[in-house]
Every structure is written in structure tokens, then in C-alpha cells.
């Protein structure tokens, strides 16, 4: 039952008080006290007033006490309530005097038509009906019916059941009226309610799936960077282990192409005097290595590399980059190699479709090279570690522990397949050389001699000092003759060279003895023996002259 029903049935039950009380004092003056007839009065005329007014007094009691409390009411009970208190007036104002109280019945009994909850014609019909009937009842008992009565009752019926019903029908199609539109705003407002949550919906899940696509690429650039970090960190272990350049720079270029999936790779190295680039690795054919990066095609890339700078270019062409005129390459990736303290070159990557480098692949590169800058730095220090090691600090020619290293690396390679011939030489008289202009100036005629040699022999050859004023020349794959001529040529150089120190101007000469491997000796120590033989014959022989080594001269010594 809705709250609107309970507000006025407790808006009703205060008026029901007053029309009690009404009825009361008029039945109690009208009827008992102040009628003249009172003694004529039979039992059932003033009993059956009584009863019914105690009905209605209770009946309200009880209304009173169901609406006052906060009581679920169902609409059925309500009906029934509503019954029997329409039977309940329809009596008490048509008992007496119906004719003169049928205005106030109408506007009281209309009241209760409009609130009732009896639905349609039918209903009000059968409760007007039942109502009278009942009446018309109570009436034969009292025995005080008569035909005027019946005349009254029935214009009173006639009058109310037309008024109430033609009222009650308008009632009835404005609130079927409103009840339509209210429950057709309803509907708009839960269609607009469902269609506000299904947008909602709709943004919540496209939002939702936002969010997993921002996670999946979230995951999959993770899977990325672990999978480069894995690599790198493999990687760069394996550069930190290579010493050798060539071998280093062969490994780095392998792993660019195979991890970047790129067309081209190439290193570029700067010379001694960072004036120019040179390729030191590359995937090109040789033949398109020399046409493409020709010194005027790689300026670009020469000032990149000085700068120490990293990119990449997505769109380029031969007019922005000639060093890739005549090949298919629409975008290059480039990382500058340097560290802290030199500038080593530039690595440059190709690829022949447009747009395939991103930042991740930048950051993977540019790690790769600060790698390979660094191993190259390494490299660059363990040479000259190693030179030093092997170099004679005062004449710049190699100590005798290389010199040694090589003939037996290159006998052992050799295995009797080709000659490794020698030559051991010394300056005549250089003890008397020292004793006369000093050592420092022994020590001019030392590097003089050194540098005179090493411009005379061939790539390849290699001079070292076996100790104090003697040398040796390594010479691998001639024969003792052809080691012969080469010797002659130093010898009568150095012959001929007038070597100066302030105001000291001498010439010297020098003696030397030459044996080849396997000819004369198959390891290093008889091999120098054999040659140390054939020096000090030359020596014997008046120096200034070379000999090359036999079994005669050893006898004769």
C-alpha cells in the first residue's frame, strides 16, 4: 500500500471522529432525550442506532491503531476495510431522514468513492447495491419502512451510483492516464538510465582495453629489452675476451646483422691522425667497399663520428648520403665509437625499407658500440703493452724474446715446406767506435744501422738485436742466395751513410753471416750457430762483407 493512501486514510480517520460525534449527539438529542415519541419507540429503533454507532467508534479505534503504526498493509486488506466502511455510513445517513441528509451522504459517501481502491463500474455497482440492500434489511426489522422511504432510496441510490460512477469513471481514466505517464517516464528514465550504463559500459571496456593493450606492449617492449639485455650482456662478455682487432671487429659486425636483421653492416676506423676513415669490416663486396666509401662520399659520416654522435634516418637517398649510391638502402642506424680519451670510428648500419629503426634498436646499438670502443681501447693498450715488450727501447728494433717467438712460429709452420733464411750481423770495430766518440754517439750508429735495415728489407721481414752491436733479419721464404742480395744492399747502404752527432762525422760498416732453414739447421739455436759461424768468417775475412753459411766454414773455425 503506498504512502500517499496512508497519509489520507489518517487524514480520514480525524474527520471520522467528528461524524461520529455528530451522529452521536444527534441520536442522543434527536432520537432519546429530546424526543416527545421517546416512550413510543420500540427496542430495535433506538438499539440497533446504538450498536452500530459503538461499530463505528470501535472500527475507527482499530483504523487508528493500523495507521499509526508503521505496518506493512496489503491492498486487498485495504479493500475490505474500505467495504465495510462504506456499508457501515450508507447506513447510519440513510436510517432517518434520508431525503433531508442526502446531500451530506453524496459529498461523504463521494469522498470514500474517490480513495477507495475499487477499480471500474462493476465494482461501485455491487458495492452501492449491497449496501441499500442491506439497508432495506435493517429497515423491515425495525418495521418503520414505507413507501416514501423507498421513493427516497431509490433517488438517493439512482443520484449516487450515477454521480459516483461518472466521477469515479473520469477518476478512473486520469489516474489510468497518469499511470501511463508516469510509468512511461519511468521507462524513459530507466531507458536513459540503461543507456547511460551501457555507454558507461562501453567506455569502461574500451578503457579496460586500453589498459591491456598499454600492459601487452608494457610486456612485450619488457620482453624485448630482456631479450637485448641477454644478448648484450653475452655479447659483451665475448668482446671483453677478444684482444685481437680484426677478430673483434668481425665478431661485432656478425652479431649486428644477426640480432638487428639489417642488409649492411660496416666499421669504419679512423687512421693514426683521425684525418681520415677506412674500412676495417664490412658485408659489402670489396669492389663496392672502395666505390662507396671513397673519402668524398664519407665526409657526412667523417663529421659524425668526430662529433660522437648517434641516429638514425628512416628516409634517406644517395643526394643525403652518397656513400649508398648504387644500392637499395632506404634507411641507416649509425653509433659513434669513442671513449673518454680517443675517437676510434663509426659503425653504420643499412637497411632497404623505410621506417624500421626505432629508439630501442638506437639504445641497442649504441650500447654495442661503447662496448666495442672500449674493447678497442683495450686492444689499442695491449698492442702497445705488447710492443713494448717485444721492441728494443733504444733502436726501435724487436728484443730478442720476439725474435725468438717468430723463428720458431714460423719453422714450426713452415715444417721443411718452404725456407726461413736468417742474417746475424754486427759493426766492425764498434768496441774502438765507443771508445772514441762515446756511447751515446754507439748508440746513434746502433739506430742509424736499425733504420737503414728495416727500409731495405722486405713486408714482412722483421729485425731484431740479439744483443749489445749484433742484429738479426728474419727473412721467411727466401733461400739463402736471395737472402744474399737483400743482405748486400743493406750492407753497402749502410756503407755509404755518413752518420753525424754535433760536430762528430763518421762512417761505419758493418759484417754479415747468413743460414737458412732446413738447408743448414732444422731448430732456432743451430740455425742462429750457423749464421753467428758465417759472421765471424766474414769478420776474419776482412769484414765489411757477408758470408753465407757451410759445413767448411764450421770446420775451419
Not at 656513400?323 to 680517443?342: E, Q
Not at 654495442?368 to 715488450?389: F, P
Not at 713486408?459 to 749484433?470: C, L, N
Amino acid at each position: 500500500m503506498s504512502t500517499e493512501k496512508i497519509a489520507i486514510e489518517r487524514e480520514y480517520i480525524k474527520i471520522s471522529w467528528f461524524l461520529i460525534l455528530a451522529i452521536a449527539v444527534y441520536l442522543l438529542f434527536d432520537k432519546l432525550l429530546f424526543s416527545p415519541a421517546i416512550e413510543a419507540l420500540s427496542f430495535s429503533q433506538w438499539l440497533v442506532p446504538l450498536i452500530f454507532l459503538f461499530i463505528s467508534a470501535g472500527y475507527n479505534v482499530f483504523k487508528t491503531w493500523l495507521f499509526n503504526k508503521d505496518r506493512q498493509i496489503s491492498e486487498e486488506v485495504f479493500r475490505y476495510l474500505k467495504f465495510f466502511e462504506v456499508v457501515n455510513l450508507v447506513f447510519f445517513f440513510g436510517y432517518e431522514r434520508l431525503f433531508d441528509l442526502m446531500f451530506v451522504i453524496s459529498l461523504v459517501f463521494l469522498f470514500y468513492i474517490e480513495r477507495v481502491n475499487i477499480k471500474g463500474l462493476r465494482q461501485v455497482a455491487i458495492v452501492l447495491i449491497f449496501s441499500y440492500t442491506f439497508f432495506i434489511f435493517l429497515d423491515f426489522v425495525t418495521n418503520n419502512i414505507n413507501s416514501e422511504d423507498l421513493r427516497n432510496l431509490f433517488y438517493i441510490l439512482f443520484y449516487t451510483f450515477w454521480f459516483s460512477s461518472s466521477n469515479k469513471l473520469e477518476l478512473f481514466e486520469k489516474s489510468q492516464t497518469n499511470e501511463i505517464n508516469i510509468k512511461l517516464k519511468q521507462y524513459e528514465e530507466n531507458l536513459k538510465k540503461q543507456q547511460q550504463l551501457s555507454e558507461a559500459k562501453d567506455a569502461k571496456i574500451k578503457e579496460l582495453e586500453r589498459e591491456i593493450s598499454y600492459l601487452k606492449e608494457i610486456n612485450k617492449r619488457l620482453n624485448i629489452s630482456l631479450g637485448e639485455f641477454f644478448n648484450l650482456q653475452e655479447i659483451s662478455k665475448i668482446i671483453t675476451q677478444i684482444l685481437d682487432t680484426n677478430e673483434l671487429l668481425k665478431f661485432v659486425n656478425d652479431v649486428l646483422i644477426g640480432v638487428t636483421g639489417v642488409d649492411k653492416s660496416s666499421i669504419l676506423l679512423f687512421n693514426k691522425d683521425k684525418t681520415e676513415l677506412y674500412v676495417a669490416f664490412s658485408n659489402l663486396p670489396e669492389s663496392e667497399q672502395k666505390e662507396s666509401f671513397k673519402q668524398e662520399n664519407i665526409e657526412w659520416l667523417k663529421s659524425v663520428a668526430l662529433n660522437c654522435e648517434n641516429g638514425y634516418r628512416n628516409k634517406v637517398s644517395s643526394e643525403d648520403c652518397p656513400f649508398i649510391n648504387g644500392r637499395a638502402t632506404k634507411s641507416i642506424m649509425y653509433a659513434s665509437l669513442a671513449t673518454k680519451n680517443d675517437k676510434y670510428g663509426i659503425i653504420l648500419l643499412e637497411h632497404i625499407f623505410e621506417d624500421v629503426f626505432t629508439e630501442d634498436n638506437l639504445r641497442f646499438l649504441t650500447s654495442i658500440a661503447a662496448q666495442v670502443s672500449i674493447a678497442l681501447e683495450n686492444s689499442s693498450l695491449y698492442q702497445q703493452m705488447r710492443s713494448m715488450a717485444m721492441v728494443d727501447g733504444l733502436t726501435g728494433a724487436f728484443n730478442r724474446i720476439y725474435l725468438y717467438e717468430v723463428l720458431e712460429r714460423e719453422i714450426q709452420a713452415s715444417a721443411g715446406r718452404y725456407p726461413v733464411s736468417i742474417a746475424l750481423f754486427d759493426v766492425d770495430n764498434f768496441k774502438k767506435l765507443n771508445d772514441t766518440y762515446g756511447h751515446l754517439f754507439g748508440d746513434k750508429v746502433l739506430q742509424t744501422i736499425v733504420r737503414i735495415a728495416r727500409e731495405k728489407v722486405r713486408k714482412g721481414d722483421i729485425v731484431a738485436r740479439y744483443g749489445g752491436e749484433e742484429f738479426i733479419i728474419v727473412f721467411n721464404h727466401l733461400e739463402s742466395n736471395e737472402a744474399y742480395k737483400v743482405v748486400e744492399r743493406i750492407r753497402r747502404a749502410i756503407e755509404s751513410e755518413t752518420i753525424e752527432d754535433n760536430l762528430i762525422q763518421t762512417r761505419v760498416t758493418v759484417s754479415f753471416g747468413i743460414a737458412s732453414y732446413p738447408l743448414h739447421a732444422d731448430n732456432v739455436k743451430d740455425l742462429i750457430k750457423c749464421a753467428d759461424v758465417a759472421m765471424y768468417r766474414a769478420k776474419s775475412s776482412g769484414k765489411n762483407c757477408t758470408v753465407v753459411y757451410n759445413q767448411e766454414l764450421e770446420m775451419k773455425v
